[in-house]
Protein backbone atom coordinates (compact mmCIF):
# COMPACT_ATOMS: atom_id res chain seq x y z
CA UNK A 1 0.00 0.00 0.00
CA UNK A 2 0.97 3.42 -0.80
CA UNK A 3 1.61 6.16 1.82
CA UNK A 4 0.13 9.92 1.04
CA UNK A 5 1.28 12.96 2.62
CA UNK A 6 -0.69 13.61 5.85
CA UNK A 7 -2.54 16.39 4.73
CA UNK A 8 -3.62 13.94 1.83
CA UNK A 9 -8.05 13.74 2.15
CA UNK A 10 -8.60 9.92 3.46
CA UNK A 11 -11.16 9.88 0.29
CA UNK A 12 -9.00 10.51 -2.12
CA UNK A 13 -6.73 8.04 -0.95
CA UNK A 14 -8.57 5.32 -0.71
CA UNK A 15 -10.25 6.58 -4.63
CA UNK A 16 -6.33 5.99 -5.35
CA UNK A 17 -5.68 2.56 -3.32
CA UNK A 18 -8.64 0.93 -5.25
CA UNK A 19 -7.24 2.47 -8.75
CA UNK A 20 -3.59 1.06 -8.29
CA UNK A 21 -4.55 -2.20 -6.84
CA UNK A 22 -2.61 -5.08 -7.39
CA UNK A 23 -5.16 -7.09 -8.34
CA UNK A 24 -7.37 -6.09 -11.03
CA UNK A 25 -10.57 -7.46 -9.39
CA UNK A 26 -9.75 -5.31 -6.49
CA UNK A 27 -9.92 -2.53 -9.13
CA UNK A 28 -12.49 0.01 -10.61
CA UNK A 29 -14.74 -1.83 -13.17
CA UNK A 30 -14.28 0.55 -15.31
CA UNK A 31 -12.72 4.58 -15.88
CA UNK A 32 -16.73 5.71 -15.71
CA UNK A 33 -16.51 4.13 -12.05
CA UNK A 34 -13.25 5.78 -11.28
CA UNK A 35 -14.83 8.85 -12.51
CA UNK A 36 -17.93 8.66 -10.21
CA UNK A 37 -15.73 8.01 -7.43
CA UNK A 38 -13.51 11.44 -8.27
CA UNK A 39 -16.81 13.17 -8.89
CA UNK A 40 -17.93 12.29 -5.34
CA UNK A 41 -14.51 13.09 -3.92
CA UNK A 42 -14.86 16.37 -5.63
CA UNK A 43 -18.91 17.39 -4.56
CA UNK A 44 -17.02 16.71 -0.86
CA UNK A 45 -15.09 19.92 -0.99
CA UNK A 46 -17.30 21.87 0.63
CA UNK A 47 -17.88 20.05 3.60
CA UNK A 48 -14.09 19.22 3.78
CA UNK A 49 -13.62 22.89 4.09
CA UNK A 50 -15.84 23.20 6.83
CA UNK A 51 -14.50 20.41 8.47
CA UNK A 52 -11.04 22.20 8.72
CA UNK A 53 -12.90 25.73 10.06
CA UNK A 54 -14.22 23.49 13.10
CA UNK A 55 -10.91 22.05 13.73
CA UNK A 56 -9.61 25.42 14.08
CA UNK A 57 -12.31 26.66 16.34
CA UNK A 58 -11.89 23.20 17.79
CA UNK A 59 -8.62 23.57 18.51
CA UNK A 60 -9.07 26.77 20.03
CA UNK A 61 -11.78 25.66 22.30
CA UNK A 62 -9.50 22.97 23.44
CA UNK A 63 -6.16 26.06 24.16
CA UNK A 64 -8.64 27.86 26.04
CA UNK A 65 -10.31 24.95 28.58
CA UNK A 66 -6.94 24.44 29.13
CA UNK A 67 -5.97 27.50 30.18
CA UNK A 68 -8.73 27.78 32.65
CA UNK A 69 -7.87 27.77 36.16
CA UNK A 70 -11.14 26.15 38.04
CA UNK A 71 -9.40 27.00 41.71
CA UNK A 72 -10.05 30.79 40.82
CA UNK A 73 -13.64 32.87 39.35
CA UNK A 74 -14.10 32.63 35.80
CA UNK A 75 -12.97 35.45 33.20
CA UNK A 76 -16.48 36.57 31.86
CA UNK A 77 -14.15 37.23 28.59
CA UNK A 78 -12.26 33.58 28.17
CA UNK A 79 -15.76 32.18 29.59
CA UNK A 80 -17.55 34.09 26.10
CA UNK A 81 -14.77 32.96 24.08
CA UNK A 82 -14.79 29.55 25.28
CA UNK A 83 -18.69 29.41 24.24
CA UNK A 84 -18.07 30.89 21.25
CA UNK A 85 -15.67 28.49 19.91
CA UNK A 86 -17.64 25.55 20.94
CA UNK A 87 -20.51 26.82 18.71
CA UNK A 88 -18.49 27.35 15.89
CA UNK A 89 -17.05 24.29 16.21
CA UNK A 90 -20.22 22.63 16.81
CA UNK A 91 -22.12 24.31 14.02
CA UNK A 92 -19.15 23.61 11.81
CA UNK A 93 -19.16 19.98 12.47
CA UNK A 94 -23.09 19.70 11.88
CA UNK A 95 -23.33 21.95 9.15
CA UNK A 96 -20.25 19.52 7.00
CA UNK A 97 -22.23 16.15 8.42
CA UNK A 98 -25.79 17.55 6.98
CA UNK A 99 -24.10 18.43 3.45
CA UNK A 100 -21.97 14.97 3.75
CA UNK A 101 -23.19 12.53 6.35
CA UNK A 102 -20.58 9.94 5.75
CA UNK A 103 -18.07 12.24 6.93
CA UNK A 104 -15.80 10.81 9.31
CA UNK A 105 -13.57 13.88 10.41
CA UNK A 106 -16.74 15.97 11.24
CA UNK A 107 -18.25 13.39 13.25
CA UNK A 108 -15.03 12.43 15.51
CA UNK A 109 -14.53 15.89 15.88
CA UNK A 110 -18.21 16.90 16.65
CA UNK A 111 -17.98 13.89 19.12
CA UNK A 112 -14.75 15.68 20.60
CA UNK A 113 -15.99 18.93 21.06
CA UNK A 114 -19.21 17.59 22.72
CA UNK A 115 -17.24 15.39 25.06
CA UNK A 116 -14.45 18.37 25.88
CA UNK A 117 -17.50 20.97 26.49
CA UNK A 118 -19.19 18.45 28.83
CA UNK A 119 -16.27 17.77 30.96
CA UNK A 120 -15.43 21.06 31.26
CA UNK A 121 -19.18 21.62 32.18
CA UNK A 122 -18.59 18.93 34.62
CA UNK A 123 -15.13 20.44 35.73
CA UNK A 124 -16.52 23.84 36.29
CA UNK A 125 -19.54 22.61 38.04
CA UNK A 126 -22.64 23.79 35.68
CA UNK A 127 -24.96 21.38 36.11
CA UNK A 128 -27.47 22.63 33.85
CA UNK A 129 -24.75 22.72 31.18
CA UNK A 130 -23.57 19.09 31.83
CA UNK A 131 -27.12 17.51 31.80
CA UNK A 132 -28.03 19.11 28.64
CA UNK A 133 -24.90 17.98 27.00
CA UNK A 134 -24.50 14.29 28.42
CA UNK A 135 -27.48 13.51 26.52
CA UNK A 136 -25.84 13.79 23.18
CA UNK A 137 -22.29 12.58 24.77
CA UNK A 138 -22.70 8.57 25.47
CA UNK A 139 -19.81 8.16 27.35
CA UNK A 140 -20.22 6.00 30.52
CA UNK A 141 -17.20 7.55 32.83
CA UNK A 142 -18.65 11.22 31.77
CA UNK A 143 -22.34 9.78 33.21
CA UNK A 144 -20.73 8.86 36.55
CA UNK A 145 -19.19 11.97 37.07
CA UNK A 146 -22.29 13.69 35.99
CA UNK A 147 -23.80 12.01 38.69
CA UNK A 148 -21.01 12.67 41.15
CA UNK A 149 -21.72 16.04 40.61
CA UNK A 150 -25.21 15.65 41.16
CA UNK A 151 -24.55 13.71 44.51
CA UNK A 152 -22.17 16.64 45.89
CA UNK A 153 -24.26 19.49 44.82
CA UNK A 154 -27.20 18.21 46.42
CA UNK A 155 -25.50 17.32 49.47
CA UNK A 156 -24.00 20.81 49.32
CA UNK A 157 -27.83 22.50 48.86
CA UNK A 158 -28.53 19.60 52.26
CA UNK A 159 -25.95 21.26 54.36
CA UNK A 160 -26.87 24.91 53.23
CA UNK A 161 -30.56 24.36 54.09
CA UNK A 162 -29.15 22.65 57.66
CA UNK A 163 -27.08 25.55 58.45
CA UNK A 164 -30.14 28.43 57.26
CA UNK A 165 -32.53 26.21 59.55
CA UNK A 166 -30.13 26.89 62.59
CA UNK A 167 -29.24 30.41 61.77
CA UNK A 168 -32.90 30.63 61.91
CA UNK A 169 -33.32 29.05 65.54
Known amino acids: ?94 MALESWPENDEAKNGLWAVLRSMLMHAIDTEDLTLATRLAVEVNDADLRAKLDALRARIAAREKEFSSLREHAEL
Open 1 to 94: PLDYPADTPLEIGEVCRRAMAPKPADRYPDVRALRVAVEAFLSHEAAREITRKGEKAAVRLDELITSIDNTKPADPDTHEKLHKAYTEARFAFE
